[in-house]
């Protein structure tokens, strides 16, 4: 058993703790929510969804704002 066995082992067992901190979160935020902005409603879902789609709105824009300053 040598030193990549062991990186290859911890990999996995990363991805699978995080695939089931993934699956947990998904069950414990089945409430349906909507995300407001002012006075309109924009999107309405399971509260698992908008918060997921609120982070990858933001990680798109913060990618293009820092692609634009470079």
């Not at 082992?9 to 998904?26: E, T």
């Not at 414990?28 to 309109?40: A, D, G, M, R």
């Not at 698992?48 to 990858?56: E, M, R, T």
């Amino acid at each position: 058993m040598g030193m990549k066995d062991i990186s290859d082992n911890s990999k996995i067992i990363i991805i699978a703790v995080a695939a089931c901190l993934g699956f947990i979160f998904i069950l414990q935020n089945f409430e349906q929510t909507s995300f407001q902005f002012l006075i309109w409603t924009i999107f309405s879902g399971p509260k698992w969804i908008v918060i997921s789609l609120i982070f990858v709105l933001g990680l798109a824009f913060g990618y293009l704002i820092g692609k634009k300053k470079s």
